[in-house]
């Protein structure tokens, strides 16, 4: 249930804070007063679309808050642990809180807790269901008629992923065997390029090993002279490192411990003297004995760097290109068994859907005909007890089946007995449509979660006895749930609960306000402005007081 709702910097609202109670609770007021401002701001705590223009003027940014207070047993909860949030297993309150900036920076918070946009609107949804009243435009476009029977029947979303599935392994047929038709084309050139590949056998490294032994074999001779001499330098007899450590060794035990250090990094230096020696020698010998030569080395270069520059690689990644053409090749070798495979898969995706599309459409059918005789239910309350409400659940044909499955579903209606049913367009006046749809919403709303209701003008173009009838039907609703309804129809807002009334002031500076009607009188008075408009008479007050005695 929606406890308060706290707006500040909202369009014509500088600041502003309603409570909300349980039942039927009604919001009337002038036109342009400022109703629709309050759902909008609602709207943007719970997740839906948020607009710069909703920002008041000369405001650095708008702000609205929303409490609940829900069962601890709510699906809500789940949702919320489910994306890592803190929530108490005794919790039974939730607040959603946006804020959108001036430049159109929105931020989100369930429970003073950050959240993304995405799933306060997910919250939101669980918490609340807003109607329009242009919300039958839905019931008029036979597209949602599968949706609001599948929500009813609270079936269907095993669907859509089996569809996918079948459809991917169809498309993975399909590019198979258009792969199978190209790479039988491939295969003598596979086979080739593999053979000059393993013929080749190239080593990861080998072309920058190559390059500095071709570098190295250039200047040969003079590498060796110069390794020669280094060799020679080190290891001729006036070594002074040997010399000066052996006179110092002479004298250690007369020197005292001063001397270790000088004695250790001797030490150190004759040991990297003679790692170098062997380094050198090493150098030197491979020089000498090296199986390679200057033509050698720039043949295989050659080779290596030609197959780099066919495939469109760099060396080093040849032995990769290898494997990527061996797969290629196995493919094809095997190309019928990979078919084959996918085709069995695509079979039994295919299996899957259709087995889960039939047993769906089953419990459509059955869903049909418990929605039919609910809604048929609510129609004599409404001024429709001649009426028929009727939904059509029909096979299509394969090549029309979808991600929702194998049924078109139609919503018809008849007005008149005996007539026969037609689409609602066709048949319904524009308050019978309202009405119809008022049936519909009021069936639906026994199987949601969501414990608010509320409903924006639904009883426009309708008036009298139809009215008072959709009225009473609100009240009903309201016994199980909270109901809001934005009204301009007297005979709905004397069946409130709670009456709320929304008025702006002010000229240069319009604000709008919300008033809690806690007195008969004040309500009387509202009633009979929305019966006779802004100069009530006497006559208008008596009607709005009887309206109260029959609607309490």
């Not at 918070?109 to 949804?125: C, M, Y």
């Not at 411990?257 to 030490?267: D, K, Q, V, W």
């Not at 010998?285 to 760099?314: P, V, W």
Request: charged share 30%; with cysteine; hydrophobic share 40%.
């Amino acid at each position: 249930m929606l406890v308060s709702l706290s707006i500040q910097n909202v369009v014509l609202i500088e600041a502003l804070t309603v409570e909300f109670n349980g039942g039927l609770c009604t919001l009337t007021g002038e036109t342009g007063a400022g109703k629709s401002i309050l759902l909008d701001s609602l709207g943007l705590a719970l997740g839906m679309r948020a607009d710069t223009g909703l920002v008041r003027k000369g405001a650095q940014q708008a702000q609205v808050s929303a409490e609940f207070t829900v069962r601890n047993d709510h699906p809500v909860f789940d949702m919320l642990r489910e994306a890592s949030l803190a929530v108490r297993d005794d919790e039974t309150a939730l607040i959603l809180r946006r804020s959108i900036s001036a430049e159109g920076r929105s931020r989100a918070f369930i429970n003073d807790q950050p959240v993304s946009v995405s799933l306060l609107r997910e919250a939101g949804e669980a918490l609340v269901e807003i109607h329009g009243q242009f919300e039958t435009q839905g019931l008029l476009n036979p597209a949602s008629h599968l949706r609001i029977l599948d929500e009813y029947a609270q079936d269907g979303g095993s669907l859509p992923p089996l569809f996918t599935a079948w459809k991917e392994r169809e498309e993975s047929c399909i590019r198979l065997r258009e792969e199978a038709g190209r790479t039988r084309a491939e295969e003598a050139y596979l086979r080739q390029a593999l053979e000059d590949l393993d013929a080749l056998d190239p080593q990861e490294g080998e072309e920058e090993a190559l390059s500095g032994l071709r570098e190295r074999l250039m200047h040969r001779e003079q590498v060796l002279e110069a390794l020669n001499t280094a060799y020679h330098i080190l290891s001729g007899e006036s070594d002074p490192v040997r010399g000066a450590w052996g006179a110092l060794e002479r004298i250690a035990d007369r020197a005292g411990e001063g001397l270790e250090i000088a004695l250790g990094a001797l030490e150190r230096a004759s040991v990297e003297m003679q790692e170098a020696l062997a380094a050198i020698q090493s150098l030197s010998n491979d020089l000498e004995e090296s199986e390679y030569n200057l033509e050698m080395i720039d043949e295989r270069l050659h080779a290596l760097r030609a197959q780099a520059r066919k495939h469109g690689c760099g060396v080093d990644d040849l032995q990769a290109v290898r494997g990527e053409l061996a797969a290629r090749l196995n493919r094809i070798e095997h190309e019928d068994e990979v078919l084959e495979a996918a085709v069995k898969e695509a079979d039994r995706a295919r299996k899957a859907y259709e087995a889960e599309a039939q047993r769906v459409s089953i419990s459509r059918r059955k869903a049909a005909q418990a929605l039919d005789k609910r809604v048929a239910e609510e129609l004599p309350p409404l001024k429709l007890g001649k009426a028929r409400f009727e939904t059509h659940v029909e096979t299509l044909s394969e090549e029309e089946w979808g991600p929702h499955g194998m049924d078109r579903v139609r919503f018809l209606v008849a007005t008149n007995p005996g007539a026969e049913a037609g689409p609602l367009h066709k048949i319904a006046s524009g308050g019978e449509m309202a009405r119809f749809m008022l049936a519909l919403k009021v069936v639906m709303a026994e199987t949601g979660a969501a414990g608010t209701l509320i409903f924006d003008e639904v009883d426009s173009g309708i008036g009298g006895a139809t009215a008072d009838a959709v009225g009473e039907r609100l009240a009903g609703l309201a016994a199980a749930k909270q109901v809001l309804v934005v009204t301009h129809a007297p005979q709905v807002a004397a069946r409130a609960a709670h009456h709320y009334i929304v008025h702006k002031d002010g000229e240069a500076d319009i604000r709008t306000s919300v008033k809690a009607l806690s007195s008969r009188q004040e309500r009387c008075e509202e009633i009979a402005r929305m019966l006779s408009g802004a100069d009530i008479t006497a006559e208008a007050r008596a009607a709005a007081g009887k309206l109260l005695e029959t609607g309490t």
